[in-house]
């Protein structure tokens, strides 16, 4: 019954797969030539003098309009595709590397920024949670930096540390640090008085306690707060790639997007998407692996 | 053994428990003999899990001490095993981490196979052995009350704690863990205090039985000793003429004179009672004072 409910979901988004690539080719249909054609019939001869002097070529302007259009059609964009995954890390200068490397940027500022707001955002979540008075104590700091989008910081980031690839490693780590900080905080609040209870009756030291009693207890809030962080560091790096430029995805985007090449924009996005699902299938793999049924 | 009769092995003095102006208990005394198995029945409210857990170490009484073996009990300790009423496994652990986890907090020198050996035992003897390496998510509510005994056991405690163990249980298993726990209190020799609400539970497994007032200024009105021999079995013990005078005597109790003994009336040292055996006590005097507003 589940077999069949899958294959069926699987068909269904084939269908759609295919419907919105129907929609695609048919939007980006070159006109009919004999249309385009037709401006160009008209022009008297003095007409094509002038045009001609002012460095246009009626009789090329006839045919290459679908070519100009912009956006891709879904020839163009494969051959796009094939391109980029067939050298996705070369390094022709600042301006021309292969999408993997830019991938590699970023997944290295996220990878960096994420991990230095993990370790502080667990440790400082375990003594909030564990002390009513330190809670209280940052609740105000916590519920006022929240919602600070994480941008806004890039350019006091920006002026005091004065450089612009460790200015977008701070904002993902800013970020990042939120929901990690509120979700051990609250994890470790909640962990049962009486697996507590079980801990000092069998006069269990404070160091065992943390790692063998909360830390588990409190493992599947942790987690769920590691992975929305992720989600939005993911989110939020493309933002600050386009700001700082130099490298990455994000910067990718915006370089393609000045050089009006939408198929490589377009490709761009996709490649984002997936990273992101990876990502978080990665922590959903996590979650599952630490979530205990009560 | 005469010094054991002047000061038994645990002593209750005078415990107070106060919250804010309300007097759930106050004046509370009573002695456990090492080797006696002892419950205490009374309604909800009258501060019985409060008395537990100041033996247990887990609270502290407004005023009062108990001492164990001459010496004050401060905090909680190896020497007390407590079965909490909710069982409280660790979920994530399976039932050999369970009990592993007591038996490395009290032997932390022990090697894995030592470790493993021992638990090993404790899990046959509540007869577990079948579902060693199953998470209590997989067990049903009386093989994880089991696995509970069986982790207080293993730490081998100089007293047991038990706050209402079988409250959760059916009958059926009710019965069966009954007669186990019966069975490997008498070939360890264990001290136990337990509550119940189960008077027929108490008859049966308990020597004393403290029967206490109700609350507010709850105390431990009387103690009723069960005159019937230790070797008593669940499928025999309605049989002896003694059960039904102990359980009546129990019954009329809870239902009448727990209510008639509240605000403080009780005496503050509780008189012993053989029901049956003694000459029959003085009916409660007719003429109660008016009751305070508390």
């Known amino acids: ?294 | 053994m005469s010094t054991e009769q002047e000061r038994p092995f645990l002593q209750v003095e005078g415990l107070t428990k106060r919250y804010g102006d309300s007097v759930v208990f106050d004046s509370v005394n009573f002695g456990i003999r090492q080797g006696e198995f002892v419950c205490i029945v009374g309604h909800s409210g009258c501060g019985k899990t409060t008395i537990l857990n100041v033996l247990a170490g887990l609270e502290s009484a407004s005023e009062g001490h108990v001492f164990m073996d001459g010496r004050e009990v401060a905090g909680p300790s190896l020497e007390r095993g407590v079965v909490f009423q909710g069982h409280a496994l660790m979920p994530w652990l399976t039932v050999r981490a369970n009990i592993a986890f007591a038996v490395r907090s009290k032997w932390p020198g022990w090697s894995k196979a030592q470790v493993d050996e021992h638990v090993q035992k404790y899990v046959a003897m509540v007869g577990l052995v079948a579902a060693i390496d199953k998470k209590p998510s997989q067990l049903s509510g009386g093989m994880k009350q089991r696995v509970g005994i069986a982790r207080a056991f293993a730490i081998q405690p100089r007293m047991l704690l038990l706050d209402e163990p079988f409250g959760a249980l059916d009958a059926l298993t009710r019965g069966t863990i009954q007669d186990e726990l019966l069975r490997i209190c008498a070939e360890t020799h264990q001290t136990v205090f337990m509550i119940t609400h189960d008077v027929d539970e108490a008859i049966l497994l308990a020597d004393r039985i403290l029967l206490m007032s109700n609350g507010p200024q709850a105390r431990v009105a009387e103690v009723v000793r069960n005159t019937m021999a230790r070797n008593r079995e669940r499928a025999t013990l309605h049989h002896d003429p003694q059960y039904y005078r102990i359980r009546n005597h129990l019954v009329d109790f809870l239902v009448a004179r727990s209510k008639e003994l509240s605000h403080g009336r009780a005496p503050a040292q509780p008189a012993e009672v053989s029901p049956g055996l003694d000459p029959e006590p003085q009916p409660a005097p007719h003429n109660v004072p008016l009751r305070r507003i508390a």
């Open chain 1, 1 to 294: 019954m589940a077999a069949s409910l899958n294959l069926r979901a699987a068909l269904l988004s084939l269908v759609i797969l295919l419907g919105l690539l129907a929609v695609w080719h048919v939007a980006t249909l070159a006109p009919a030539p004999a249309v385009a054609a037709a401006p160009a019939a008209v022009l008297t001869p003095e007409q094509i003098e002038y045009a001609k002097l002012m460095g246009k070529d009626p009789a090329a302007s006839t045919a290459a309009p679908a070519a100009k259009s912009g956006f891709p059609t879904l020839a163009q964009m494969g051959t796009v595709i094939a391109k980029n995954l067939a050298s996705p890390f070369y390094d022709n200068g600042p301006n021309d590397k292969g999408v993997g490397l830019q991938l590699a940027y970023s997944l290295g500022r996220v990878g960096l920024g994420y991990g230095i707001a993990a370790l502080v955002a667990i440790p400082l979540g375990f003594v909030i949670g564990m002390s009513p008075l330190v809670y209280r104590a940052l609740d105000p700091y916590i519920q006022v930096l929240k919602p600070i989008s994480p941008l806004a910081w890039m350019p006091l980031a920006l002026y005091t540390i004065k450089d612009s690839s460790i200015s977008g490693i701070f904002v993902i780590f800013i970020c990042s640090v939120w929901p990690m900080l509120i979700n051990t905080a609250f994890g470790v609040a909640s962990v049962r008085r009486e697996w507590l209870n079980v801990a000092k009756t069998l006069e269990v030291t404070p160091l065992r306690r943390a790692f063998e009693v909360i830390l588990p207890a409190a493992a599947p809030t942790i987690l769920t707060g590691m992975r929305i962080s992720m989600g939005i560091a993911w989110l939020v790096i493309v933002a600050a790639e386009m700001l700082v430029g130099g490298t990455g995805i994000g910067y990718f985007v915006w370089n393609e997007w000045n050089n009006l090449s939408l198929p490589n924009v377009i490709f761009a996005i996709l490649v984002i998407g997936v990273v992101g699902m990876l990502l978080d299938l990665a922590f959903a793999r996590l979650q599952k692996a630490v979530t205990y049924v009560d």
